[in-house]
C-alpha cells in the first residue's frame, strides 16, 4: 500500500506545481540559435521543446527591433502548451500582441504591452533579459528618457532583492543607455561595469559584449589606454566565441579609431582590414557602414596617400547619400565631410576644406555629438589660426571653452569610472578595517598580559622566578607598543591619502580650462609663425609685424593662464608636502576660499548630480598669520568634505523644499583669526558631539571612514599651532565647527 501511495504522490507532485504557476521555464545561454535549432528538431519532449523555443524568443532575439522577432517559435510554445499544460502561456500570448503591435509601428501601445509582458515573465518566474533589452528601444523611440529612467530603476531593485541577476544586468545596461545619452560618461561606463560584473558567471558573451561597450565609453571619454585595455580583452574573449561577426566589427572599428587617436595610423588600417574580411563572411551580407570607409581615408591622409584617401572618401560618400544614412556612424563617429576636410587641407585648398569642416560642426549640433563637436571646434580654431583670420578663431576659441571640459576634454589618462575607483578604495578599506581590528585585539592582549603580571606578582613566591617573568613581559608589550605605533602610522597616513584623493579630483577640474587655453593659443602662434615668416620671405614688412603684434598678444593669454594652472599644482604640491615646520605667512581667506572650491568639486567629480549653495563672509580686512599652509589647508578639506557629505545623505530624505548650503566665515576677535564652518546638514546627537575628536571613531556606516580625519585636525590646530577647534551641533539642523588661530 505504501508503495503505490509513494507512486501516486511522484506522479501529482509537477501536477500540484503546474497548479500553482511555479514551474521554471528554463532558458539556455551560450548557445547559438543555429545550435537551438539544431535540439529543437531531435527533441522528443513537449517541455524541452518549450524550454528550447523560450531560448530562441528570450534569449537571441533582436533586442534593436522588437518587431523583428520571429512570431513562430512564440505561436510553436503556445500551441505546445495548449495540448501539453505544461506552463502558464499568459507571457508568451502578451508577447505575440507586443510582437505585432511594433510592427504596426504604434510604438506607444507597443510600450505598455512590453510593461505587462515583464510582468507577466516576473510572475512566472521566467527571465526576461531579452524583453527587457527590446523595451529600451522602445522607450528611445517614444522619447521618454526619464520615465525609462525611472522604470529600469524601479525594476533593476525588485531583480537584486529576488536574485534575479540576468534581469538585474539588464536594467543596468538600459539604465547606462540613459546616462550615455545625457553625457554622462562616468555613470554609464560604471552601469555598464555593474551589469558586466552581474552576468560574468551566467551569460559570458553578454559580459563581453559589456566589456567591449566599456572600451567605447571609454575611447569617447578620452581615456584611450583605458580604451584599448577593455576593447582588447574583448575582442581576445570574442575569438572564443563562434558566430559573433556584430560584436567582432564593433571591436575591430572602436579599436581602429583609439589607434587613430593615438596616431598609430598603419596599426588602425590593419584593423580596419580585418573588419573587411569579417564583412564578407555575413550570410546574408550587411550594408557596408559608410564609417569604415571614412576611416579609412582618414588614415590614407595620415599616411600622405592622397589619391587612395580620395577614393575611399567619394565611395563613403555615394554609399551614404544611396543607403540614406545622415550620419558616418551610429556612434557619434566622424562624418564624411570630416574626411573630405582632412584631404583639402592635405592637397592645400582652403575653401573646400573649410566648407567641409563646417558642414561637419552643424552635423554635430543638429545631433547633439558633444564629442565631435569638440573635436571639429577645435580644428576650426586651428584653421582660421592658419588662415590668419583672427576674429574667427577666437569665436571658435570661446565656444570651444564652453563645452563641458570634465566630460569631452582631450586625451587624459586619469579619466577612470568611479565604479574602478570604488572597487579600489574598497580594497583600501577592508586593509583600513582589519588594521582597526588589530589595534583592538592588541589593546586587549596588553590588559590580559598586564593582568598576568599581577596575578604573578602575588601567586609568585620566588623573587627571582618573578624578575624573570616580570622582564620578560615587558619585552613582549615593547614589541606589541612598537606594534601599535606602527599601525597607528598605517592609519594616518591612508586619512592623508583620501584627503589627498578627494584635493586630485578638485584639482583636475580647476587646471583644465587655463590648459585649454594654453594648448589652443599656442597651436595658433604655430601657424602664425609659419604666416610670419612667409611674409619676410615675400618681403611683406608691414604684415610680418601685425603678426607678430597678434602672437605677442597670444603669449600674454599663454602666460596669464600658464600662471594660474602653475599656481594651482604648487598648491597641490604644497599640500600633498610633508614633514615641513617652517610656517608662513598666509591669507587665510585665500586658503578657505581655494580649498572650498577644491572639495566641491572633488565631491561633483563623484556625484555630478549633486549640487549645494556655497556662501562665504569673509573679512576682507583680515590680517596674515604665520602656519604650515598644507597643514591647515587639511584641517578645511577635512571639515569641507564632512559638511558636504552631511548635506549629501540629508538630501536624499529631505524634500524638494531642502536646500543644501555650506557656510565659510572667517574674522579676527581678541587676537585671534576666527574660521567657521557650517552646514545645514544631518547634526549629531548631544552625547556623540564629546567624542568624535578621538583617534577611530566616526559616525559615517562601516567602511566609509577611518575615523583619523577629525582626531588628526584637532592635532594639527591645537597641538601644531597652539590654537583651538570647537563644534557646535543640533540633530537634523546643523553643524558649526570653529577654528581659533593666534595671530
Not at 645 to 666: D, F
Request: net charge neutral; hydrophobic share 40%; aromatic share 10%.
Amino acid at each position: 500500500m505504501k508503495k503505490y501511495l509513494l507512486i501516486f504522490l511522484l506522479i501529482l507532485a509537477p501536477v500540484l506545481a503546474l497548479a500553482q504557476g511555479k514551474y521554471n521555464v528554463k532558458t539556455y545561454y551560450e548557445i547559438t540559435p543555429k545550435e537551438l535549432l539544431g535540439r529543437l528538431a531531435k527533441a522528443n519532449s513537449d517541455t524541452l521543446k518549450i524550454n528550447l523555443l523560450n531560448s530562441l524568443i528570450t534569449n537571441n532575439g533582436n533586442i534593436n527591433d522588437p518587431g523583428s522577432n520571429d512570431t513562430s517559435y512564440i505561436t510553436r510554445i503556445i500551441s505546445i502548451n495548449a495540448k501539453a499544460h505544461v506552463i502558464v502561456d499568459q507571457p508568451y500570448k502578451l508577447l505575440l500582441q507586443g510582437v505585432l503591435t511594433c510592427r504596426k509601428k504604434d510604438y506607444v501601445r507597443a510600450l505598455a504591452l512590453y510593461k505587462q509582458i515583464v510582468n507577466a515573465f516576473d510572475q512566472q518566474n521566467i527571465d526576461a533579459l531579452n524583453v527587457l533589452l527590446q523595451m529600451r528601444w522602445l522607450f528611445n523611440i517614444t522619447n521618454k528618457q526619464d520615465e525609462k529612467l525611472a522604470y529600469y530603476t524601479q525594476k533593476l531593485n525588485y531583480y537584486l532583492q529576488n536574485k534575479q541577476y540576468l534581469n538585474a544586468g539588464a536594467c543596468y545596461h538600459c539604465i547606462a543607455g540613459y546616462y550615455w545619452s545625457k553625457g554622462d560618461e562616468n555613470t554609464a561606463i560604471n552601469n555598464y561595469l555593474r551589469s558586466g560584473e552581474l552576468v560574468k558567471s551566467r551569460f559570458f558573451s553578454w559580459y563581453t559584449n559589456e566589456i567591449l561597450v566599456v572600451g567605447d565609453g571609454y575611447k569617447d571619454w578620452g581615456n584611450q589606454d583605458k580604451a584599448l585595455y577593455y576593447l582588447k580583452m574583448g575582442y581576445k574573449q570574442l575569438q572564443n566565441e563562434p558566430d559573433n561577426d556584430e560584436d567582432d566589427e564593433f571591436a575591430l572599428s572602436s579599436l581602429a579609431e583609439v589607434e587613430y587617436r593615438l596616431g598609430n595610423y598603419e596599426k588602425s588600417q590593419r584593423y580596419l582590414d580585418t573588419m573587411v574580411v569579417t564583412d564578407k563572411k555575413h550570410d546574408p551580407p550587411i550594408p557596408v557602414d559608410p564609417y569604415l570607409y571614412v576611416m579609412r581615408g582618414l588614415n590614407f591622409v595620415a599616411l600622405n596617400q592622397l589619391p587612395d584617401a580620395l577614393s575611399v572618401l567619394q565611395f563613403a560618400k555615394k554609399n551614404q547619400d544611396t543607403t540614406k544614412i545622415g550620419r558616418a556612424g551610429a556612434f557619434g563617429r566622424y562624418d564624411v565631410e570630416y574626411g573630405f576636410y582632412k584631404y583639402y587641407r592635405a592637397v592645400n585648398d582652403p575653401v573646400l576644406a573649410e566648407k567641409n569642416l563646417l558642414a561637419a560642426y552643424h552635423f554635430s549640433l543638429s545631433g547633439g555629438e558633444n564629442d565631435l563637436r569638440f573635436l571639429y571646434l577645435r580644428d576650426l580654431v586651428k584653421f582660421y589660426g592658419s588662415q590668419n583670420d583672427l576674429e574667427a578663431a577666437y569665436k571658435y576659441t570661446v565656444l570651444y571653452n564652453k563645452l563641458d571640459d570634465s566630460l569631452k576634454a582631450s586625451a587624459d589618462k586619469n579619466k577612470i569610472a568611479s565604479y574602478e575607483i570604488a572597487q579600489r578604495e574598497n580594497a583600501q578599506d577592508e586593509q583600513v578595517t582589519q588594521l582597526q581590528q588589530q589595534h583592538a585585539v592588541q589593546e586587549a592582549t596588553i590588559g590580559q598580559r598586564n593582568l598576568i603580571i599581577v596575578l604573578s606578582l602575588v601567586g609568585l613566591a620566588a623573587v627571582c622566578v618573578l624578575v624573570v617573568f616580570v622582564y620578560r613581559q615587558l619585552q613582549v608589550n615593547k614589541k606589541t607598543l612598537l606594534s601599535l605605533q606602527q599601525t597607528q602610522a598605517q592609519l594616518i597616513q591612508s586619512e592623508k591619502m583620501a584627503s589627498l584623493g578627494e584635493l586630485t579630483a578638485g584639482i583636475a577640474h580647476e587646471i583644465q580650462n587655463p590648459l585649454n587655453f594654453v594648448n589652443n593659443f599656442s597651436e595658433v602662434n604655430i601657424e602664425l609663425v609659419d604666416e610670419m615668416e612667409l611674409e619676410l620671405n615675400s618681403g611683406d614688412k608691414d604684415e610680418a609685424i601685425s603678426i607678430a603684434a597678434d602672437i605677442k598678444a597670444n603669449l600674454e593669454k599663454i602666460r596669464h593662464h600658464g600662471k594660474r594652472a602653475d599656481g594651482i599644482v604648487k598648491g597641490m604640491l604644497q599640500h600633498s608636502r610633508s614633514g615641513s615646520t617652517t610656517k608662513e605667512m598666509t591669507d587665510i581667506n585665500a586658503l578657505a576660499d581655494e580649498y572650498l572650491r577644491l572639495a566641491y568639486h572633488g565631491l561633483r567629480a563623484k556625484d555630478k548630480s549633486f549640487n549645494a549653495d556655497m556662501v562665504t563672509n569673509f573679512d576682507p580686512k583680515l590680517p596674515q598669520i604665520a602656519i604650515l599652509p598644507q597643514e591647515i589647508g587639511r584641517v578645511l578639506l577635512n571639515l569641507y568634505t564632512n559638511a558636504f557629505y552631511a548635506i549629501q545623505h540629508k538630501e536624499q530624505m529631505a524634500g524638494i523644499n531642502y536646500k543644501p548650503t555650506v557656510e565659510v566665515s572667517t574674522s579676527a576677535q581678541k587676537g585671534n583669526v576666527i574660521i567657521k564652518v557650517k552646514d545645514n546638514g544631518m547634526g549629531m546627537p548631544e552625547h556623540i558631539k564629546e567624542k568624535i575628536m578621538q583617534p577611530f571613531f566616526t559616525t559615517k556606516p562601516t567602511g566609509e571612514g577611518t575615523g583619523l580625519g577629525l582626531s588628526m585636525s584637532y592635532d594639527i590646530i591645537v597641538k601644531g599651532h597652539e590654537g583651538e577647534i570647537s563644534v557646535d551641533t543640533k540633530e537634523n539642523d546643523y553643524t558649526v565647527f570653529t577654528i581659533s588661530l593666534p595671530l
